[in-house]
């Protein structure tokens, strides 16, 4: 049974360049979370798809963006990238009958910005 | 407003000895809680969770946590230590009407020592 798996595992980019990461949940999994975690910081939490909608927004800029997939794969890109959007970049995916209250991570994506 | 407190940044503990991490949270709704495991480069693990009945909660690799709703903590213990728990410790807290939204503490470093 595949887990939650993201690509690609490490990105480096330029500042004002824009970035797109991808998540697989894993099976049986409907609903997918993006979280972005600096360097010795815990995970903020970005926004939540559920039925191919944003269903929950953190306090981030429009900058951010996703989809969600019929398949229910899921994308966070990120517009305008800043020396601040460097950080790890985690999915989390659940089921929305288990009530989300269980959610499992991926790898993450090692986003860095020069 | 609702906060995730993880008092202690760093802790070092001999291997064998008894580790107790502490997490406390302030929410108004009622919460489930969780603790997550985080290796050096890795994503999350999940090690327990709460989200009703027995206060006293076992996970994974011999780790246990208890729910005491009067001091609002949820405190993760492991009675002796071995070396491969050294990592980055997460509390995190979501309710029932933050649909799968979690907040993470900022986290505990945990070093073994021989």
């Known amino acids: 049974d595949a887990g939650v798996t993201q690509s690609p595992t490490h990105l480096i980019k330029t500042r004002g360049q824009q970035v797109t990461l991808r998540c697989s949940p894993k099976s049986g999994h409907d609903t997918v979370s993006w979280y972005q975690q600096a360097l010795g910081q815990g995970p903020q939490f970005i926004f939540q798809?559920?039925?191919?909608?944003?269903?929950q927004r953190g306090n981030f800029p429009d900058r951010f963006s996703g989809h969600q997939f019929p398949n229910y794969s899921s994308e966070l890109n990120v517009n305008a990238l800043l020396l601040g959007d460097s950080a790890l970049y985690l999915c989390?995916?659940?089921?929305?009958?288990?009530?989300?209250?269980?959610?499992?991570f991926g790898p993450g994506t090692r986003l860095t910005v020069t | 407003a609702q906060s995730v407190t993880q008092p202690d940044i760093h802790i070092t503990v001999s291997e064998g000895a008894s580790l107790e991490l502490r997490c406390n949270y302030s929410y108004g709704a009622t919460p489930y809680l969780f603790w997550y495991v985080q290796s050096p480069g890795q994503g999350l693990q999940l090690l327990l969770k709460y989200f009703s009945g027995d206060t006293l909660v076992q996970g994974i690799k011999g780790f246990e946590a208890e729910f005491k709703r009067s001091q609002s903590s949820f405190n993760l213990r492991k009675p002796s230590v071995h070396w491969s728990d050294a990592a980055e410790y997460f509390c995190a807290v979501g309710t029932t009407d933050s649909w799968g939204k979690l907040q993470f503490g900022a986290g505990t470093q945990v070093v073994v020592t021989p």
């Open positions: 989390a995916s659940s089921l929305l009958g288990q009530g989300n209250y269980e959610q499992y």
């Open positions: 798809y559920y039925e191919e909608e944003e269903r």
